[in-house]
C-alpha cells in the first residue's frame, strides 16, 4: 500500500512497521513518542529479533485530529528508530477487492465437467431456449442482483468516479450477501449518460433478477429509474430514495406511537428536495401524510411557482396544500416533524423549540447532522440520525437485503409502494411495544429478525397487488 495513500485519514487504526537498534533506545520511547500526538497503542507483534535489531509491527488507534503522517513525523524524530512501512487497516482489508466469485459445486472428474459444461449443458440451455422464463431457476438469475452506479453521487463524496465507487458497491454486495443471502455483483458504468446507462443495463439484464441502482446523482436518477422500471421485468430500486424512505417510514411508526401522534394529523416539514427528500415524501403522502411541506435551498416549495428541476416542479403541486412560504424558519413554526436529508447545521434549537409540542426529529444529513443530538435531547420526543454513534440510526441496511429477498423468492415483477410500505411496517414491528422508548424506535442492523420479516412482509404485498410471478410454498 502506498504511503500517501494511507497518510490523509484520520480517526483509523493504522499498523506501523519499525525496526529499532536496541542498544541505542528502548521501546518506552516510542510509545512516548506517539503518545504525544495521540497515538494510541493497541497491538504489538515482534516480526524479527537479533543483532541488535528488533522489527516490530504496532498497531496505533488515532482521533480524528491526528493523521498517519503525525505519527511518522514523531517516530522520525526518535533516536534509533526506522519506520520501514505503515498500513492503514481499512485498506488492508480492501486489497485485492471484498467478494469473490466461487462454484456452488466443486469439479473433480470428467463427469462432473460434462454435466456443468460441455456437452450436457446443452441441455439446459435448449429448456432455456424453448421457455425463456426458465432462466429463473437454471441459471444466476434466481438469486442475482445487480449493484450499479455511475459514482456520480457517492454518500459523502459527491462524484468521485465509477472507480472510486467500487469499493462502495462492493461493501453493498458483501451486505446482500450476508444479510439477505442474495448474490450481488457490482457494476460500476464509465459513463454519467443517462441514456448510455439506461441502455446498458437493459443488455446486461439477462443475467440478473434484479437491479439496485446506486449512487446516481439527481435528477437522472428519477429517469433513469422510471424508464428501467418500465422497461424491464425485474425489479428495479434505487436504494438511496426508497431504502432512505422505507426506513425513515419504519421510525416514523414507532416515533409516533411515542409522541402519542396520528400520521393523518401531523405536519411534517422535509429539508433537502433532492432523491432522498422527495422518495420520503411520497412514502409518507402513501402513509396518510396530508400536511407536507419541503424546503429546499429555494425555501418552502410552493405551487404557485415554477421551478427548472422536473421532479421539484411534481413536489411543489403534491404537498404544502396550505401554500406555506418563506424559509426552513417559516416552515418548522408549529410543526411536528423533520425530516433532514439535506446538510449539517441548518437546524437550530430555536427552530425546534418553535414547532409543536413532543417534536420529532430526523436529522439524517452525513456525516454532520443537521442537529447534533445532544443539543435537542430535552426538548424533543425522539431525535433520530444516520450515523451510528447516536441512538436510532436510519439505516438503508435495514431495508435491501430483505427487499430484495422477498422480490427474488415471489419473482416480483417489480417493486411497488404497496410492498415499500409494507417493508417499513415490518421493520417497525420488530420494535416491541415494551422495548419502545426514545432512544430505541429503529431496529439494530444486526437484529435477526428484520430480513424475514421484511421479506415475508414485501411477499405478501407483490401477491396481493398481482405482481408476484411465483408463491413461495408457505404463502399457498
Known amino acids: 500500500m ?22 541505542r533506545m528502548a521501546f518506552g520511547e516510542v510509545v512516548t513518542s506517539l503518545a504525544a500526538v495521540g497515538g494510541d497503542i493497541t497491538a504489538i507483534d515482534i516480526i524479527s529479533n537479533g543483532g541488535g535489531v528488533t522489527v516490530r509491527d504496532i498497531t496505533v488507534n488515532m482521533p480524528d485530529s491526528v493523521t498517519a503522517t503525525d505519527l511518522t513525523d514523531a517516530l522520525k524524530k526518535t533516536a534509533g528508530v526506522r519506520v520501514v512501512h505503515i498500513s492503514d487497516r481499512t485498506f488492508l482489508l480492501h486489497l485485492g477487492g471484498k467478494i469473490s466469485v466461487i462454484p456452488k459445486t466443486p469439479i473433480q472428474n470428467r463427469d462432473d465437467l460434462s454435466r456443468v459444461y460441455t456437452p450436457d449443458v446443452a441441455r439446459v ?58 448474490d450481488a455483483f457490482p457494476i460500476c458504468l464509465e459513463t454519467q449518460d443517462t441514456e448510455e446507462i439506461i441502455t446498458t443495463i437493459k443488455h446486461i439484464s439477462t443475467a440478473f433478477g434484479g437491479i439496485n441502482l446506486e449512487d446516481i446523482s439527481s435528477p437522472r436518477c428519477f429517469e433513469i429509474e422510471e424508464r428501467l422500471r418500465k422497461e424491464l421485468d425485474i425489479p428495479v430500486f434505487h436504494d438511496d430514495q426508497h431504502g432512505t424512505a422505507v426506513v425513515v417510514y419504519a421510525g416514523l411508526i414507532n416515533a409516533l406511537k411515542l409522541a402519542k401522534k396520528s400520521i393523518h394529523d401531523v405536519r411534517v416539514v422535509v429539508a433537502g428536495i433532492g432523491a432522498a427528500g422527495i422518495a ?4 409518507l403522502l402513501a402513509a396518510g401524510v396530508k400536511d407536507l411541506v419541503g424546503v429546499d435551498v429555494e425555501g418552502i416549495l410552493i405551487r404557485t411557482q415554477t421551478y427548472a428541476n ?40 430555536e427552530h ?81 411495544a415494551d422495548e419502545l422508548s426514545k ?31 411465483r408463491i413461495p410454498r408457505e404463502f399457498r
Request: hydrophobic fraction near 45%.
Open 280 to 283: 420520503v415524501s411520497k412514502i
Open 310 to 349: 422536473p421532479m421539484k416542479q411534481w413536489y411543489a403541486e403534491h404537498t404544502n396544500p396550505f401554500l406555506r412560504e418563506g424559509s426552513l424558519q417559516d416552515a418548522l413554526m408549529g410543526a411536528d416533524v423533520f425530516v433532514g436529508v439535506s446538510a449539517g447545521g441548518i437546524l437550530k434549537r
Open 439 to 469: 432512544q430505541y424506535i429503529i431496529p439494530s442492523v444486526f437484529n435477526d429478525q428484520v430480513v424475514k420479516r421484511v421479506r415475508d412482509r414485501v411477499v405478501q404485498a407483490a401477491i396481493a397487488t398481482g405482481i408476484a410471478r
Open 125 to 182: 440451455s435448449m429448456a432455456i431456449y424453448e421457455d425463456p422464463n426458465k432462466a429463473f431457476s437454471l441459471t444466476i438469475k434466481r438469486n442475482m442482483v445487480a449493484v450499479i452506479s455511475d459514482g456520480s453521487a457517492v454518500l459523502g463524496l459527491g462524484n468521485i468516479g465509477p472507480r472510486a465507487a467500487m469499493p462502495v458497491m462492493e461493501g453493498k454486495a458483501m451486505l446482500f450477501k450476508q444479510l439477505g443471502d442474495v
Open 2 to 23: 502506498e504511503k500517501s495513500r494511507t497518510t490523509n485519514y484520520r480517526g483509523n487504526s493504522v499498523i506501523i512497521r519499525l525496526e529499532m537498534k536496541v542498544d
Open 352 to 432: 425546534v423549540q418553535s414547532m409543536a409540542e413532543d417534536p420529532i426529529i430526523f436529522a439524517m444529513a452525513n456525516p454532520t447532522p443537521e442537529i447534533i443530538p445532544d443539543l435537542i435531547e430535552d426538548i424533543v420526543a425522539v431525535v433520530a440520525t444516520g450515523r451510528s454513534d447516536y441512538p436510532n440510526q436510519i439505516n438503508n441496511v435495514l431495508c435491501f437485503p430483505g427487499m430484495f429477498r422477498g422480490a427474488l423468492d415471489c419473482r416480483a415483477s417489480d417493486i411497488n409502494e404497496e410492498m415499500k410500505l409494507a417493508a417499513a411496517e415490518a421493520i417497525a414491528s420488530i420494535v416491541t
